[in-house]
């Protein structure tokens, strides 16, 4: 198994309250991603990093931001928590070395959100 | 950007039966392809990939798709289901000229029954 992790795995909070989600990894990879997962949606891309410091936006990303000061860790904020950011949120990582033989995303375990 | 539709959220299938599980998505570049699986409460679990090559792919636990270029689509199969192939499965896209960026469609629930 790749080793990501992700911290923590549940947590409630309250409308307006700031979170920060961290995803870790041990396998030096290049590519990290952020995801929630909503019923009906599937997985849709928050954003994603492709080296320290460098960041792009997904497809959600109004009302998130994120950081990457060191390879291994991937920070996704909420500055201001709401309803509609109650979700499960999967970090991802990937490697592309010009060889597509090994490409894929693998997915850490997950982490349960819940804005009341 | 990509879109991949899973035309079903639900399938339900007796254990032993076969199985398919539809993907299709709008590109008609190049494009890598992805079938996961996603366990209760579990993160999300690679099956099988295509990238290049043969159009017919084989993963893990029997599993196999079937890339068509010509109707964009990356149809799951599986001749023989069992009681623990029940999950929710993901199919995934992403593009040659873009790929480090993922596509899934909404997935489709797999309900094998006894």
């Known amino acids: 198994d790749a080793g990501i992790t992700q911290s923590p795995r549940h947590k409630v909070t309250e409308t307006g309250t700031p979170v920060t989600l961290r995803c870790h990894q041990t396998e030096n990879h290049r590519y990290m991603y952020w995801y929630r997962q909503d019923p009906g949606h599937g997985l849709r891309l928050i954003h994603y990093?492709?080296?320290?410091?460098?960041?792009d936006k997904g497809e959600v990303s109004d009302g998130y931001s994120v950081s990457r000061s060191k390879t291994e860790d991937f920070l996704l904020t909420l500055e201001s928590a709401t309803s509609s950011q109650t979700s499960v949120y999967f970090c991802?990582?990937?490697?592309?070395?010009?060889?597509?033989?090994?490409?894929?995303?693998?997915f850490g375990p997950g982490t349960r959100l819940t804005v009341t | 950007a990509q879109s991949v539709t899973q035309l079903d959220s639900q399938v339900p299938v007796f254990e032993e039966a076969p199985v398919e599980l539809r993907c299709n998505y709008s590109s008609s570049v190049s494009v890598y392809l992805f079938w996961y699986v996603q366990y209760p409460n579990q993160g999300l679990q690679l099956l099988l990939k295509?990238?290049?090559?043969?159009?017919l792919v084989k993963g893990i636990n029997g599993f196999e798709a079937e890339f068509n270029k010509s109707q964009t689509s990356f149809h799951l199969r599986k001749p023989s289901v069992h009681i623990s192939d029940t999950a929710e499965y993901f199919c995934a896209v992403s593009d040659r000229n873009n790929f480090n960026k993922f596509y899934f469609g909404s997935g489709t629930k797999l309900n094998v029954k006894p």
């Open positions: 991802a990582i990937s490697e592309f070395s010009g060889s597509p033989t090994s490409y894929e995303q693998y």
């Open positions: 295509y990238l290049s090559g043969s159009t």
């Open positions: 990093s492709y080296g320290v410091k460098d960041t």
